[in-house]
């Protein structure tokens, strides 16, 4: 040992660290498989029909810039090839790059200089009146070490969505439904009484209810919960959405935490918001 100088020794420390931070990040991003139903926010389900939430999914995908390896609509299965950031025109104008839409591995002296992208997706019929969306993208930045602006010492690195992606999407299908007039009611399973009725907020007669639209807030602490309107999923908190004067009932969900649930009346062209801090389980 009389041999090393502190100098050595601290290079030899560094190397250590930075592999060790590698094989971790490296294990952090690998993706098991290409549709991953575990996290809440990478599926949705639409009171529609698949045959009208489809082609809704086709267009939108197609609209970003996406191109299609498969589109088997027998099967529900949609995968695209990859966009590099830099070379799209949407995706280049992002802020932050590939850490817009993703959580990138911890790497030891580097930046993101670019990201790529691409979706898998499964589109499925639940009922005739009912559709759930998974969508799973694949997400990978390229990372240059900090003093390399040429990008030549660079290499890809698999990243984990950080949701945003799938969020917006589905906030498209579920607009463009809307538009289409292809929203169904929610359906109602039957089933014996409950033993307790919970209390419900005062009734509205039906004149009240055809008087009009008003603007509706939805937030949470912590963010992210899915938004449950009278029992159809709308999208994450924090979200504004219009609805018809009436009552309602809203549920906050959110993995590890207790569901918020609340009952409500919107009177015509009002503004109304509703806000929860959610306890954990």
Known sequence: MSGFS???LLAIFLAGCCLHDE???QDKGKIA???DTERSFERSTFQANQHRVWPLVVKILSD???????KDKSLGRIETTYIVFSRHPEF?????????????????????LDGRIKIFAQVRGLSQNSTEVVLRPDIYGFASTLTDDSGITGE??????NGKFEFELFNEVATGLRKEGAMNPPEVIQGPPPEAVAPVAPPISEATSRQGFSSLVLSSVPEGAEILLDNQLVGMTPSRLTVAAGSHKVVFRKKGFKDYERQFVVLKSSD????????TK
């Open 33 to 35: 498989r290409p549709v």
């Open 272 to 279: 109304l918001t509703v806000s929860a801090e959610m306890e």
């Open 23 to 25: 094989v971790r990040a």
């Open 6 to 8: 502190n100098g050595k």
């Open 156 to 161: 890809w690195r698999q990243c984990t969505s």
């Open 64 to 70: 970003h810039g996406f191109e299609f390896l498969i």
């Open 92 to 112: 280049s104008k992002l802020s932050n790059s590939v850490k817009s839409l993703a959580r990138t591995p911890r790497l030891f002296l580097r930046k993101w």
